[in-house]
Every structure is written in C-alpha cells, then in structure tokens.
C-alpha cells in the first residue's frame, strides 16, 4: 500500500508541476543567456494534462476508433516485441556474466567491450540489423534491437551479484569439495538475487526503449513506435494527439518493469525466510 500510495504521489506531482508550469511559463519558453533553458508553455507545446486525456477518448479520425484503442493496440504490439528482445537480451546477459565470473581472462578482456557497445547509437544500429534480415520477419529485427539494449544491465549486475558472496562463504565451499557449479548453484545465485532483479527493471526499461527507437527506425507498422512517427505529423494541428502515444509508450516500460517486481517478490521472500531461519 506504501508505494501505491507512493506511485500515485509521484503522479500527482508530475501533475502539479506540469500545469504549474503553463501558469507561470513562458508561451515563447524560458531564455536565460540568450538560450532556452525551459520549454515553451503554449497549447501547442505543452497542452493541458485533461485534453490529451480527452484526446484519448475521442475517435482518431473521423468516425474511426477512439484513440485509446489504437495506442493500446499497438502497445500489445510492441509488448510482444520487447517480451522477445527481453528474453533474448536476459539470457544472453547472464551467460556473460556467469562466464565471465568463471573465467577472469574473460571478464578483462570481454568487460570493456560489453561497456562500449552501449556507446553505439541505435539510429545507427538500426539499418545493419535490418539488412540482415533476410530469412526473419521484420519484428525480429526490432526485437534484436531491444535485446542488445537488455543485455548489458543483465550482464553488469548479474556479474556484480556472482562476485558478491564472501571469501569466507567460497572457502566453505571448497571444504566441502564443492565444484564450479555446485557453488554457482548453492552460494553465488542465490546471493546474486538482490543485484538481479533491479537489473532486470533496466533491462525491461531498455527494451522498450530499443523497441521503439527500433520501429521507428525500420519503419516497423503496427508498433507504438510507428503510431508515435504518425502522430507527430499531427503535432501542428493536434498536439494532444502525440502525446497520447508518448503516454502508452511510457505506460508500457513501466508495465514492463511491475511484471519483473511481480517475479521479483516471491523469490525475494523466500530468500529472506532463508535467512532469518538461518539467523
């Protein structure tokens, strides 16, 4: 009850400084030093938080669907999509991690690269991925988007996580002949727990985020990524419009992230019922 409350505090501050901010703003936005600094306050940029609400339940186009209906759709679309670039970028991080704890040659020569490979821009990536695929639909080209951006919270905490139990614990091990995987098993995943599972709401995050940037990049239809490039062609005429895709694409990331925490507590729980009963 805590953090609903919590959550929805967070919500009505964002409220608050929204349409405080059209009050006290600017039309032409904020300039300080001859830059601007703040944004423009005006319908056009910034419209009031009840007419993209109201945007939401009023038809598309005339005498089409209500808008709600097509952004909720092509979030199911997308969902789909990240569901795939999450799995994909999830396994593929925690077998670098576990290798890369297993073999140390690995992690030196393997870490600097998993770093540098978030540097790449997607709006680059895009196009090569998509020119491979030859013999997969266009979604897998999306989906290999979200992955690549999944993958390194996964692999980064999944390997702070393995390295985290004590000297003391791994010597245990060792005195009772324990091997690799046995004390992969019994000592380092289960301590590794707390450092996954936030790295798997970034990875859930980042998936979404490369799902969209994927779809707009490869033209993807269907997406939200695609409906929030068609409705930025409305912008001039109807800005609520945008923004109501904006609201499903930032619905669905943290969608994405309450399904991880819904996996995360009863795991979590019975780690901490271990622990107070070895206590």
Known sequence: MRRVLFA???????????????????????VLFGVRVLPRADDLSMPHLWTVL???????????????????????????????GFAAGAFVGLLLAMVMQRFR??????????ILS???????????????SVLWAEWMTVA???????????AVGMLRGLQSPS???????????????RTLAKLRLPAALPYLFPALRLAG????????????????????GRLIIEYSREATSDPAKVYTAMLGAALLGLLVAGAVSLLERPLMRHRRHVEVVTL
């Open 118 to 132: 978030q540097t790449v821009p997607l709006v680059a990536l895009a196009p090569l991925v998509a020119g491979w």
């Open 54 to 84: 109201d945007r939401l339940g009023r038809p598309e186009l005339t005498g089409g669907r209500p808008v709600w209906i097509v952004v909720l759709q092509a979030c199911l679309f997308t969902a789909g999509i990240t569901a795939a």
């Open 205 to 224: 995050a980042a998936a979404v985020v490369g799902a969209v940037v994927g779809e707009i990049s490869t033209g993807t239809r269907g997406g939200i």
């Open 105 to 114: 040659i690995v992690e030196r020569g393997l870490l600097p690269y998993v």
């Open 8 to 30: 929805l505090a967070g919500v009505a501050l964002f409220a608050a400084l929204w349409e405080g901010y059209k009050v006290v703003g600017s039309p032409d936005g904020t």
């Open 144 to 154: 290999v988007i979200a992955a690549y951006l999944a993958f390194f919270p996964v």
């Open 167 to 181: 000297a003391s614990g791994v010597e245990l091990m060792r005195s009772y002949a324990a091997g690799w995987w």
